[in-house]
């Protein structure tokens, strides 16, 4: 079982950069594949960034490709994702996922364990 808490979220100017962590307790967390999703006001859940369990292949979003980097360190227990040039359609309640696979899916409910999710608000 892995239990996950996420921190680094706020509010940023349009443009601006924030670094996400999401932080894994529990054994064995480079087994589990693990990715960042959001959910803004009135709208559905959506992947943003996914890492596989040993960190070689990562994916993104077509709406944050080139601005937002996921990447994690497993002897740390921690993910990352970093997001740069932020803009106001980013602000969303961010969560990192985690499930015990190799390989990610951008569908939230392959996903067994879940952070309680860290609010970015990126104002114009």
């Known amino acids: 079982q892995v239990q996950l808490v996420e921190s680094g979220g706020g509010l940023v100017q349009a443009g601006g950069s924030l670094r996400l962590s999401c932080a894994a307790s529990g054994r064995a967390f480079s087994n589990y594949a693990v990715g960042w999703f959001r959910q803004a006001p009135g709208k559905e859940r959506e992947s943003v960034a996914r890492?596989?369990?040993?960190?070689?292949?990562?994916y993104y979003a077509e709406s944050v490709k080139g601005r937002f980097t996921i990447s994690r360190d497993n002897a740390k227990n921690m993910v990352y994702l970093q997001m740069n040039s932020l803009k106001p359609e980013d602000t969303a309640v961010y969560s990192c996922?985690?499930?015990?696979?190799?390989?990610?899916?951008?569908?939230?409910?392959?996903?067994?364990?879940w952070g309680q999710g860290t609010q970015v608000t990126v104002s114009s």
């Open positions: 996922a985690a499930r015990q696979y190799r390989e990610t899916s951008r569908n939230p409910d392959d996903y067994y364990y």
């Open positions: 890492i596989t369990w040993s960190g070689d292949n990562s």
